[in-house]
Protein backbone atom coordinates (compact mmCIF):
# COMPACT_ATOMS: atom_id res chain seq x y z
CA UNK A 1 0.00 0.00 0.00
CA UNK A 2 1.06 3.26 -0.81
CA UNK A 3 2.15 5.96 1.64
CA UNK A 4 -0.42 7.89 0.18
CA UNK A 5 -3.35 6.32 0.41
CA UNK A 6 -5.72 7.95 3.44
CA UNK A 7 -6.22 5.92 6.39
CA UNK A 8 -9.76 6.55 5.68
CA UNK A 9 -11.91 8.64 3.03
CA UNK A 10 -15.79 9.30 2.74
CA UNK A 11 -17.55 10.46 0.00
CA UNK A 12 -20.43 12.48 -0.68
CA UNK A 13 -22.41 10.74 2.39
CA UNK A 14 -26.22 10.87 2.87
CA UNK A 15 -28.70 10.13 4.91
CA UNK A 16 -32.11 10.79 5.97
CA UNK A 17 -34.11 10.05 8.90
CA UNK A 18 -37.70 10.18 7.54
CA UNK A 19 -38.28 13.57 6.05
CA UNK A 20 -34.85 14.97 8.06
CA UNK A 21 -31.62 14.61 6.40
CA UNK A 22 -29.13 14.53 8.27
CA UNK A 23 -25.66 13.81 6.57
CA UNK A 24 -26.46 15.93 2.62
CA UNK A 25 -23.50 15.14 1.30
CA UNK A 26 -19.90 14.96 3.37
CA UNK A 27 -16.99 14.30 1.78
CA UNK A 28 -13.14 14.38 3.53
CA UNK A 29 -10.41 12.02 4.15
CA UNK A 30 -7.63 11.41 6.89
CA UNK A 31 -3.65 10.89 6.41
CA UNK A 32 -2.15 8.49 8.88
CA UNK A 33 -1.66 10.27 12.23
CA UNK A 34 -3.92 12.85 11.29
CA UNK A 35 -6.24 13.90 14.31
CA UNK A 36 -9.64 15.61 12.97
CA UNK A 37 -12.28 17.66 15.38
CA UNK A 38 -15.76 17.44 14.49
CA UNK A 39 -17.54 20.13 15.74
CA UNK A 40 -21.07 21.85 15.42
CA UNK A 41 -24.33 22.30 16.96
CA UNK A 42 -26.14 19.11 18.23
CA UNK A 43 -28.42 17.66 15.08
CA UNK A 44 -25.76 18.85 12.83
CA UNK A 45 -24.97 14.86 11.76
CA UNK A 46 -22.17 14.73 13.72
CA UNK A 47 -22.28 11.40 15.23
CA UNK A 48 -24.46 10.02 12.00
CA UNK A 49 -21.87 10.88 10.63
CA UNK A 50 -19.34 8.46 12.63
CA UNK A 51 -21.88 5.63 12.64
CA UNK A 52 -21.91 5.98 8.74
CA UNK A 53 -18.09 5.59 8.89
CA UNK A 54 -17.77 2.30 10.50
CA UNK A 55 -21.48 1.08 8.73
CA UNK A 56 -22.90 1.38 12.46
CA UNK A 57 -25.56 3.03 10.40
CA UNK A 58 -25.64 2.80 6.47
CA UNK A 59 -25.59 5.83 4.88
CA UNK A 60 -28.69 6.22 2.43
CA UNK A 61 -25.93 7.21 -0.38
CA UNK A 62 -21.67 7.76 -0.82
CA UNK A 63 -19.07 5.42 -0.32
CA UNK A 64 -16.04 5.06 2.89
CA UNK A 65 -13.27 3.43 2.00
CA UNK A 66 -10.95 2.08 4.77
CA UNK A 67 -6.74 2.12 3.76
CA UNK A 68 -7.88 2.17 0.32
CA UNK A 69 -10.86 -0.71 0.70
CA UNK A 70 -14.17 0.00 -0.04
CA UNK A 71 -16.00 -0.97 2.80
CA UNK A 72 -19.40 0.18 1.81
CA UNK A 73 -19.17 -2.69 -0.90
CA UNK A 74 -21.78 -4.83 0.61
CA UNK A 75 -19.83 -7.97 -0.87
CA UNK A 76 -17.52 -6.93 2.19
CA UNK A 77 -17.56 -8.78 5.45
CA UNK A 78 -18.25 -5.42 7.53
CA UNK A 79 -17.25 -7.35 11.06
CA UNK A 80 -13.51 -7.47 9.89
CA UNK A 81 -13.45 -3.66 9.26
CA UNK A 82 -15.21 -2.39 11.70
CA UNK A 83 -12.58 -4.40 14.15
CA UNK A 84 -9.77 -2.04 12.34
CA UNK A 85 -11.95 1.21 13.80
CA UNK A 86 -11.82 2.05 17.81
CA UNK A 87 -15.14 3.72 18.24
CA UNK A 88 -15.90 5.57 22.01
CA UNK A 89 -19.07 6.25 22.33
CA UNK A 90 -20.64 9.20 24.75
CA UNK A 91 -21.94 7.26 27.14
CA UNK A 92 -19.39 4.99 27.72
CA UNK A 93 -20.91 1.44 26.70
CA UNK A 94 -19.15 -0.50 28.75
CA UNK A 95 -20.06 -3.99 29.34
CA UNK A 96 -22.06 -3.86 32.30
CA UNK A 97 -21.61 -7.75 33.33
CA UNK A 98 -17.91 -7.49 32.57
CA UNK A 99 -14.99 -6.65 34.86
CA UNK A 100 -13.06 -3.78 33.53
CA UNK A 101 -10.26 -6.48 32.45
CA UNK A 102 -12.96 -8.62 30.81
CA UNK A 103 -14.51 -5.81 29.07
CA UNK A 104 -11.45 -5.31 27.19
CA UNK A 105 -10.05 -9.36 26.57
CA UNK A 106 -14.33 -10.23 25.73
CA UNK A 107 -13.63 -9.16 22.06
CA UNK A 108 -10.18 -10.31 21.89
CA UNK A 109 -11.24 -13.67 22.70
CA UNK A 110 -14.38 -13.92 21.11
CA UNK A 111 -13.53 -11.78 17.60
CA UNK A 112 -10.35 -12.11 17.16
CA UNK A 113 -10.11 -15.75 18.79
CA UNK A 114 -7.01 -15.00 21.35
CA UNK A 115 -6.36 -17.93 23.62
CA UNK A 116 -7.80 -16.68 27.31
CA UNK A 117 -4.33 -16.26 29.07
CA UNK A 118 -2.74 -13.88 26.11
CA UNK A 119 -5.92 -12.00 25.78
CA UNK A 120 -6.40 -11.24 29.56
CA UNK A 121 -2.33 -10.20 29.45
CA UNK A 122 -2.44 -7.86 26.59
CA UNK A 123 -6.20 -6.26 28.19
CA UNK A 124 -4.29 -5.68 31.44
CA UNK A 125 -1.15 -4.01 29.16
CA UNK A 126 -3.98 -1.55 27.75
CA UNK A 127 -5.61 -0.62 31.01
CA UNK A 128 -1.98 0.15 31.82
CA UNK A 129 -2.35 2.35 29.13
CA UNK A 130 -4.62 4.17 30.27
CA UNK A 131 -3.32 4.39 33.50
CA UNK A 132 -5.98 1.16 35.05
CA UNK A 133 -4.70 -1.24 35.88
CA UNK A 134 -5.19 -0.89 39.77
CA UNK A 135 -9.18 -1.41 38.48
CA UNK A 136 -8.99 -4.18 36.15
CA UNK A 137 -11.38 -6.36 38.83
CA UNK A 138 -13.94 -4.01 39.04
CA UNK A 139 -17.16 -4.14 36.99
CA UNK A 140 -18.31 -1.08 35.55
CA UNK A 141 -20.66 0.09 38.00
CA UNK A 142 -17.73 0.24 40.53
CA UNK A 143 -15.89 3.02 38.36
CA UNK A 144 -16.38 6.64 38.34
CA UNK A 145 -16.73 7.70 34.87
CA UNK A 146 -13.61 9.25 33.92
CA UNK A 147 -12.43 5.57 34.49
CA UNK A 148 -15.24 4.08 32.45
CA UNK A 149 -14.21 6.29 29.37
CA UNK A 150 -10.81 5.11 29.74
CA UNK A 151 -11.44 1.19 29.99
CA UNK A 152 -13.76 1.98 26.85
CA UNK A 153 -10.88 3.20 25.18
CA UNK A 154 -8.35 0.50 26.12
CA UNK A 155 -11.09 -1.98 25.05
CA UNK A 156 -10.72 -0.15 21.35
CA UNK A 157 -7.18 0.51 21.45
CA UNK A 158 -7.09 -3.71 22.55
CA UNK A 159 -8.11 -4.40 19.15
CA UNK A 160 -5.43 -2.44 17.42
CA UNK A 161 -7.20 -0.25 15.27
CA UNK A 162 -5.51 2.22 12.18
CA UNK A 163 -7.83 4.82 13.37
CA UNK A 164 -10.56 6.12 16.56
CA UNK A 165 -13.27 7.63 16.66
CA UNK A 166 -14.66 9.18 19.09
CA UNK A 167 -18.03 10.69 19.47
CA UNK A 168 -18.12 13.04 22.39
CA UNK A 169 -16.09 11.26 24.51
CA UNK A 170 -16.13 13.40 27.75
CA UNK A 171 -20.02 14.99 27.37
CA UNK A 172 -21.36 12.86 29.42
CA UNK A 173 -18.51 13.33 32.37
CA UNK A 174 -18.82 15.65 35.39
CA UNK A 175 -16.04 18.58 34.72
CA UNK A 176 -13.65 17.36 36.95
CA UNK A 177 -13.32 14.13 35.58
CA UNK A 178 -13.20 15.36 31.85
CA UNK A 179 -9.43 16.06 32.19
CA UNK A 180 -8.26 12.54 32.50
CA UNK A 181 -10.21 11.16 29.81
CA UNK A 182 -8.64 14.16 27.83
CA UNK A 183 -5.23 13.29 29.18
CA UNK A 184 -5.33 10.02 27.87
CA UNK A 185 -6.18 11.05 24.39
CA UNK A 186 -3.72 14.11 23.72
CA UNK A 187 -1.40 11.08 24.74
CA UNK A 188 -2.69 8.78 22.03
CA UNK A 189 -2.93 11.81 19.40
CA UNK A 190 0.51 12.85 20.46
CA UNK A 191 1.50 9.05 19.78
CA UNK A 192 0.50 10.14 16.25
CA UNK A 193 -2.61 7.49 16.71
CA UNK A 194 -4.70 8.77 13.14
CA UNK A 195 -8.45 9.96 15.10
CA UNK A 196 -11.33 11.06 14.16
CA UNK A 197 -12.91 12.91 17.43
CA UNK A 198 -16.18 15.05 18.22
CA UNK A 199 -15.88 17.62 20.56
CA UNK A 200 -16.63 20.60 21.48
CA UNK A 201 -13.37 20.32 23.92
CA UNK A 202 -11.39 23.61 22.34
CA UNK A 203 -8.59 23.44 24.25
CA UNK A 204 -8.04 19.66 23.30
CA UNK A 205 -8.77 20.83 19.18
CA UNK A 206 -6.30 23.72 19.68
CA UNK A 207 -3.36 21.25 21.39
CA UNK A 208 -3.79 18.19 18.84
CA UNK A 209 -5.73 18.68 16.17
CA UNK A 210 -4.86 19.12 12.62
CA UNK A 211 -8.19 20.14 11.35
CA UNK A 212 -11.45 21.28 12.51
CA UNK A 213 -14.47 20.11 10.22
CA UNK A 214 -17.49 22.01 10.97
CA UNK A 215 -20.48 20.69 10.71
CA UNK A 216 -23.73 22.15 9.94
CA UNK A 217 -27.35 20.99 8.19
CA UNK A 218 -25.62 18.05 7.56
CA UNK A 219 -22.63 19.17 5.54
CA UNK A 220 -19.03 20.15 6.55
CA UNK A 221 -19.93 24.38 6.43
CA UNK A 222 -16.51 24.98 6.72
CA UNK A 223 -12.93 23.24 7.70
CA UNK A 224 -9.35 24.60 8.40
CA UNK A 225 -6.83 24.77 10.88
CA UNK A 226 -8.10 24.93 14.49
CA UNK A 227 -7.01 28.43 15.38
CA UNK A 228 -8.02 29.59 12.29
CA UNK A 229 -12.02 27.83 12.37
CA UNK A 230 -11.95 28.90 16.09
CA UNK A 231 -10.38 32.46 16.06
CA UNK A 232 -10.95 33.36 12.82
CA UNK A 233 -14.36 31.93 11.19
CA UNK A 234 -15.53 32.71 7.82
CA UNK A 235 -19.49 31.29 7.97
CA UNK A 236 -21.79 33.14 10.26
CA UNK A 237 -23.30 30.26 11.99
CA UNK A 238 -19.45 29.08 12.59
CA UNK A 239 -18.61 32.58 14.00
CA UNK A 240 -21.93 32.50 16.44
CA UNK A 241 -20.94 28.88 17.74
CA UNK A 242 -17.44 29.40 18.98
CA UNK A 243 -18.15 32.94 20.33
CA UNK A 244 -20.68 31.28 22.48
CA UNK A 245 -18.22 28.48 23.34
CA UNK A 246 -15.40 31.19 23.87
CA UNK A 247 -17.43 32.70 25.97
CA UNK A 248 -18.31 29.65 27.84
CA UNK A 249 -15.14 28.85 27.68
CA UNK A 250 -13.45 32.11 29.83
CA UNK A 251 -16.14 32.00 32.10
CA UNK A 252 -14.96 28.57 33.34
CA UNK A 253 -11.50 29.72 33.36
CA UNK A 254 -12.10 32.53 36.10
CA UNK B 1 -59.31 -39.44 60.96
CA UNK B 2 -56.55 -41.99 61.62
CA UNK B 3 -57.09 -43.39 57.56
CA UNK B 4 -56.78 -40.00 56.36
CA UNK B 5 -52.98 -39.64 58.16
CA UNK B 6 -52.58 -43.13 56.50
CA UNK B 7 -52.82 -41.95 53.00
CA UNK B 8 -49.87 -39.13 53.55
CA UNK B 9 -47.26 -41.34 52.38
CA UNK B 10 -49.22 -41.85 49.12
CA UNK B 11 -49.92 -38.34 48.24
CA UNK B 12 -46.62 -37.14 49.52
CA UNK B 13 -45.30 -39.31 46.78
CA UNK B 14 -46.89 -37.07 44.32
CA UNK B 15 -44.52 -34.48 45.10
CA UNK B 16 -41.92 -36.00 42.03
CA UNK B 17 -44.96 -35.71 39.72
CA UNK B 18 -45.86 -32.55 40.18
CA UNK B 19 -41.91 -32.13 40.02
CA UNK B 20 -41.54 -33.50 37.18
CA UNK B 21 -44.15 -31.61 35.73
CA UNK B 22 -43.03 -28.58 36.67
CA UNK B 23 -39.09 -29.10 36.05
CA UNK B 24 -39.97 -30.66 32.43
CA UNK B 25 -42.80 -28.21 31.65
CA UNK B 26 -39.81 -25.37 32.80
CA UNK B 27 -37.55 -26.44 30.99
CA UNK B 28 -38.86 -27.24 27.58
CA UNK B 29 -40.21 -23.53 28.25
CA UNK B 30 -36.87 -21.88 29.01
CA UNK B 31 -35.35 -24.40 25.17
CA UNK B 32 -38.67 -22.50 23.40
CA UNK B 33 -38.81 -19.02 24.92
CA UNK B 34 -35.51 -18.09 25.00
CA UNK B 35 -35.32 -18.46 21.27
CA UNK B 36 -38.45 -16.87 20.61
CA UNK B 37 -37.64 -13.54 22.38
CA UNK B 38 -34.28 -13.32 20.57
CA UNK B 39 -36.44 -13.79 17.01
CA UNK B 40 -39.01 -11.36 18.22
CA UNK B 41 -36.24 -8.81 19.09
CA UNK B 42 -33.85 -8.99 16.23
CA UNK B 43 -35.61 -10.96 13.94
CA UNK B 44 -37.04 -9.90 10.48
CA UNK B 45 -40.57 -8.93 10.15
CA UNK B 46 -41.91 -12.29 8.83
CA UNK B 47 -40.26 -14.26 11.85
CA UNK B 48 -41.62 -12.13 14.47
CA UNK B 49 -45.33 -12.21 12.99
CA UNK B 50 -44.83 -15.68 13.02
CA UNK B 51 -43.17 -15.57 16.77
CA UNK B 52 -46.31 -13.58 17.77
CA UNK B 53 -48.90 -15.92 16.35
CA UNK B 54 -47.45 -19.18 18.81
CA UNK B 55 -47.32 -16.64 21.74
CA UNK B 56 -50.80 -15.46 20.91
CA UNK B 57 -51.98 -19.31 21.02
CA UNK B 58 -50.70 -20.44 23.94
CA UNK B 59 -51.53 -17.27 25.93
CA UNK B 60 -55.02 -16.89 24.71
CA UNK B 61 -56.25 -20.86 25.40
CA UNK B 62 -57.35 -22.33 29.02
CA UNK B 63 -54.79 -24.40 29.90
CA UNK B 64 -57.37 -27.01 30.33
CA UNK B 65 -58.44 -26.67 26.96
CA UNK B 66 -54.86 -26.86 25.77
CA UNK B 67 -54.39 -30.15 27.50
CA UNK B 68 -57.76 -31.79 26.29
CA UNK B 69 -56.89 -30.20 22.78
CA UNK B 70 -53.56 -31.86 22.50
CA UNK B 71 -54.07 -35.14 24.57
CA UNK B 72 -57.23 -36.24 23.07
CA UNK B 73 -56.73 -34.18 19.74
CA UNK B 74 -53.53 -33.23 18.25
CA UNK B 75 -51.36 -36.14 19.67
CA UNK B 76 -53.43 -39.08 18.19
CA UNK B 77 -54.51 -37.01 15.44
CA UNK B 78 -50.38 -36.81 14.37
CA UNK B 79 -50.06 -40.42 15.12
CA UNK B 80 -48.38 -40.03 18.79
CA UNK B 81 -49.15 -42.14 21.52
CA UNK B 82 -48.13 -40.08 24.71
CA UNK B 83 -49.11 -40.63 28.13
CA UNK B 84 -50.87 -38.10 30.24
CA UNK B 85 -47.55 -37.31 32.26
CA UNK B 86 -45.60 -36.90 29.29
CA UNK B 87 -48.41 -35.12 27.45
CA UNK B 88 -48.60 -32.75 29.64
CA UNK B 89 -45.19 -31.70 30.65
CA UNK B 90 -44.81 -31.17 26.76
CA UNK B 91 -48.29 -29.01 26.89
CA UNK B 92 -47.16 -27.03 29.84
CA UNK B 93 -43.75 -26.73 28.32
CA UNK B 94 -45.18 -25.32 25.24
CA UNK B 95 -47.94 -22.80 27.06
CA UNK B 96 -44.63 -21.79 29.38
CA UNK B 97 -42.31 -21.16 26.60
CA UNK B 98 -44.92 -18.28 25.39
CA UNK B 99 -44.89 -16.92 29.13
CA UNK B 100 -41.21 -16.93 29.22
CA UNK B 101 -40.11 -15.35 25.80
CA UNK B 102 -41.99 -12.34 26.98
CA UNK B 103 -40.23 -12.24 30.24
CA UNK B 104 -37.07 -12.87 28.49
CA UNK B 105 -38.09 -10.01 25.84
CA UNK B 106 -38.94 -7.75 28.36
CA UNK B 107 -35.31 -8.31 29.91
CA UNK B 108 -33.65 -7.98 26.69
CA UNK B 109 -35.37 -4.95 25.75
CA UNK B 110 -34.19 -3.20 29.38
CA UNK B 111 -30.66 -4.40 28.39
CA UNK B 112 -30.65 -1.58 25.63
CA UNK B 113 -29.38 -1.64 22.36
CA UNK B 114 -26.53 0.53 23.00
CA UNK B 115 -24.53 -2.91 24.91
CA UNK B 116 -24.79 -4.42 20.88
CA UNK B 117 -23.95 -1.47 19.25
CA UNK B 118 -20.81 -1.68 21.52
CA UNK B 119 -20.35 -5.12 20.87
CA UNK B 120 -20.67 -4.78 16.93
CA UNK B 121 -18.42 -1.67 16.96
CA UNK B 122 -15.45 -4.32 17.99
CA UNK B 123 -16.35 -6.31 15.40
CA UNK B 124 -18.64 -8.61 16.92
CA UNK B 125 -21.21 -10.78 15.04
CA UNK B 126 -24.86 -9.80 16.20
CA UNK B 127 -25.78 -13.64 17.56
CA UNK B 128 -22.02 -13.35 19.29
CA UNK B 129 -22.35 -10.21 20.61
CA UNK B 130 -26.23 -11.51 21.97
CA UNK B 131 -24.53 -14.54 22.95
CA UNK B 132 -21.95 -12.74 25.06
CA UNK B 133 -23.54 -9.51 25.78
CA UNK B 134 -26.90 -9.31 26.16
CA UNK B 135 -28.06 -12.58 27.17
CA UNK B 136 -25.97 -12.97 30.52
CA UNK B 137 -27.30 -9.52 31.27
CA UNK B 138 -30.79 -10.51 30.05
CA UNK B 139 -30.80 -13.77 32.04
CA UNK B 140 -29.72 -11.83 35.54
CA UNK B 141 -32.61 -9.34 34.81
CA UNK B 142 -35.27 -11.59 33.90
CA UNK B 143 -34.55 -14.35 37.24
CA UNK B 144 -37.71 -12.39 39.06
CA UNK B 145 -40.05 -12.49 36.21
CA UNK B 146 -39.01 -16.42 36.09
CA UNK B 147 -39.70 -17.19 39.68
CA UNK B 148 -42.43 -16.20 39.04
CA UNK B 149 -43.62 -17.93 36.28
CA UNK B 150 -42.01 -21.01 38.38
CA UNK B 151 -44.53 -19.95 41.18
CA UNK B 152 -47.50 -20.00 38.38
CA UNK B 153 -46.41 -23.10 37.04
CA UNK B 154 -46.33 -25.47 40.60
CA UNK B 155 -50.14 -24.28 41.02
CA UNK B 156 -50.89 -25.25 37.13
CA UNK B 157 -49.33 -28.81 36.93
CA UNK B 158 -52.50 -29.48 39.57
CA UNK B 159 -54.96 -28.88 36.66
CA UNK B 160 -52.88 -32.01 34.86
CA UNK B 161 -55.41 -33.68 37.55
CA UNK B 162 -58.15 -33.95 34.38
CA UNK B 163 -55.95 -36.00 32.55
CA UNK B 164 -55.32 -38.10 35.74
CA UNK B 165 -51.47 -37.39 35.90
CA UNK B 166 -50.63 -38.16 39.66
CA UNK B 167 -49.49 -35.68 40.94
CA UNK B 168 -50.20 -34.03 44.09
CA UNK B 169 -54.28 -33.10 43.69
CA UNK B 170 -54.88 -36.23 42.25
CA UNK B 171 -53.50 -38.35 44.57
CA UNK B 172 -55.73 -36.14 46.85
CA UNK B 173 -58.59 -36.75 45.43
CA UNK B 174 -57.90 -40.66 45.42
CA UNK B 175 -57.39 -39.98 49.06
CA UNK B 176 -61.00 -37.51 49.60
CA UNK B 177 -62.82 -40.44 47.40
CA UNK B 178 -61.68 -43.11 49.56
CA UNK B 179 -62.24 -41.74 52.79
CA UNK B 180 -65.05 -39.14 52.17
CA UNK B 181 -62.57 -36.96 54.03
CA UNK B 182 -62.24 -33.96 52.11
CA UNK B 183 -61.09 -31.13 54.57
CA UNK B 184 -57.87 -32.76 55.93
CA UNK B 185 -56.38 -33.88 52.77
CA UNK B 186 -57.14 -30.93 50.91
CA UNK B 187 -55.06 -28.69 54.05
CA UNK B 188 -52.48 -30.94 53.22
CA UNK B 189 -52.13 -30.82 49.81
CA UNK B 190 -52.64 -26.80 49.76
CA UNK B 191 -49.54 -27.36 52.54
CA UNK B 192 -47.64 -29.17 50.22
CA UNK B 193 -48.15 -26.70 46.96
CA UNK B 194 -47.21 -23.56 49.51
CA UNK B 195 -43.92 -24.97 50.49
CA UNK B 196 -42.92 -26.46 46.88
CA UNK B 197 -43.71 -22.61 45.91
CA UNK B 198 -42.16 -21.05 48.46
CA UNK B 199 -38.11 -23.57 48.69
CA UNK B 200 -38.31 -23.16 44.93
CA UNK B 201 -39.16 -18.74 44.84
CA UNK B 202 -36.43 -18.76 47.46
CA UNK B 203 -34.19 -20.87 45.72
CA UNK B 204 -34.35 -18.90 42.15
CA UNK B 205 -33.42 -15.41 45.03
CA UNK B 206 -30.79 -17.11 45.96
CA UNK B 207 -29.60 -17.39 42.68
CA UNK B 208 -30.20 -13.99 41.65
CA UNK B 209 -28.42 -12.81 44.80
CA UNK B 210 -25.57 -14.69 43.97
CA UNK B 211 -25.25 -13.64 40.29
CA UNK B 212 -26.08 -10.11 40.93
CA UNK B 213 -23.65 -8.00 38.99
CA UNK B 214 -21.46 -5.69 41.50
CA UNK B 215 -22.21 -2.14 42.06
CA UNK B 216 -25.55 -2.55 40.03
CA UNK B 217 -27.77 -1.33 42.07
CA UNK B 218 -31.63 -1.00 41.65
CA UNK B 219 -31.24 -1.90 37.98
CA UNK B 220 -33.41 -4.92 38.07
Given at each position: MSSETPVLRAEDLHKSYGDSKVLNGVSFEIERGQIKVVCG????GKSTLLRCLNLLTWPDKGRVWLEGE????????VNKLRQKIGFVFQEF??????TAQKNVSIALEKVKKMRKDEATKLALSELKRVNLEDVAHKYPAELSGGQKQRVAIARALAMNPVIMFYD???????PQLIGEVLDVMKKLAQERLTSIVVTHEIGFARSVADEIMFMGEGTILERGPPDQIIS???HETVKQFFKRINELYRREER | MTTVWEFIPYIMSGITWTLGLVGGGLAIGFAIGLPISIGQTYGGKEMKSLLDTYVWFFRSLPLLVLLFLFYWGIFPASGYKLDSLAASIIVLGLRSGAYQSQIFRGAIASVGDAQLVAARSLGMRKLSGVQHIILPQALRISLPGWSNEYAIMIKDSAITFALGVLEILTRTRYVVMATHEPLLPYFFAGGLFIVLTYAGTKAVSVVYEKTKIPGLIGRM
Amino acid sequence: MSSETPVLRAEDLHKSYGDSKVLNGVSFEIERGQIKVVCGPSGSGKSTLLRCLNLLTWPDKGRVWLEGEEITDPTKDVNKLRQKIGFVFQEFNLFNHLTAQKNVSIALEKVKKMRKDEATKLALSELKRVNLEDVAHKYPAELSGGQKQRVAIARALAMNPVIMFYDEPTSALDPQLIGEVLDVMKKLAQERLTSIVVTHEIGFARSVADEIMFMGEGTILERGPPDQIISNPKHETVKQFFKRINELYRREER
Amino acid sequence: MTTVWEFIPYIMSGITWTLGLVGGGLAIGFAIGLPISIGQTYGGKEMKSLLDTYVWFFRSLPLLVLLFLFYWGIFPASGYKLDSLAASIIVLGLRSGAYQSQIFRGAIASVGDAQLVAARSLGMRKLSGVQHIILPQALRISLPGWSNEYAIMIKDSAITFALGVLEILTRTRYVVMATHEPLLPYFFAGGLFIVLTYAGTKAVSVVYEKTKIPGLIGRM
